[in-house]
């Protein structure tokens, strides 16, 4: 586990897979990832319980001091030889969110990803819609580096997509 000042972010746990199902489940959700498709629990199981992709790592996200999970934050696509990664987060109940738990989260991982990971950049991919997380991730120090126009479909209108970047400071040892 890793403890931040309100959260600590540590790994999935079977007994934390009906949660993300029931998040995953909800079309109220999803307009925050995407279209909503009804998710199969078996694939659902099977994916969040993976370990053995080295280019993915799931952290749970808990509310201290609860061990209760309420979101997780993922690292994906690690490329070690260009020492980048893209990086996402999602808290599961709508009052977590605004609450300061998500920052601290990133903080953990960003910090994870350029001490253990020995990564420089780390990516991700923000709806233009939700101004919440693009004032977060500009907080941390993410930059914007491009809108994809009308990316994505979903409930009768198209959606922007911000492309957003942080790299470590180069005064930083690696």
């Not at 746990?13 to 999803?30: C, H, K, M, V, Y």
């Not at 209760?68 to 993922?74: L, M, R, S, T």
């Not at 260009?82 to 009052?95: D, N, Q, T, V």
């Not at 960003?110 to 997380?133: P, T």
Request: aromatic share 10%.
């Amino acid at each position: 586990m890793i403890f931040g000042t309100r959260v600590t972010i540590g790994p999935i746990i079977p007994s934390d897979l009906g949660r993300l199902f029931q998040w995953t489940d909800s079309a109220e959700n999803a307009h925050l990832n995407g279209t909503y498709r009804p998710p199969n629990w078996e694939s659902q199981e099977n994916f969040w319980l993976r370990t053995e992709d080295p280019a993915s790592i799931f952290f749970a996200i808990r509310i201290q001091p609860s061990p209760e999970i309420a979101g997780y934050v993922q690292i994906r696509d690690i490329a070690p030889v260009h020492r980048s990664a893209k990086i996402g987060i999602w808290l599961g109940e709508a009052g977590d969110r605004g609450r300061g738990y998500g920052r601290d989260s990133l903080r953990l991982a960003i910090d994870y990803c350029w001490r253990q990971l020995n990564l420089r950049r780390l990516s991700l991919e923000v709806f233009a819609h939700n101004h919440a997380a693009l004032r977060m991730y500009e907080a941390l120090g993410f930059q914007e580096e491009g809108i994809l126009r009308e990316a994505q479909f979903i409930d009768g209108q198209w959606i922007d997509i911000v492309l957003m970047a942080l790299r470590r400071d180069p005064k930083q040892p690696g």
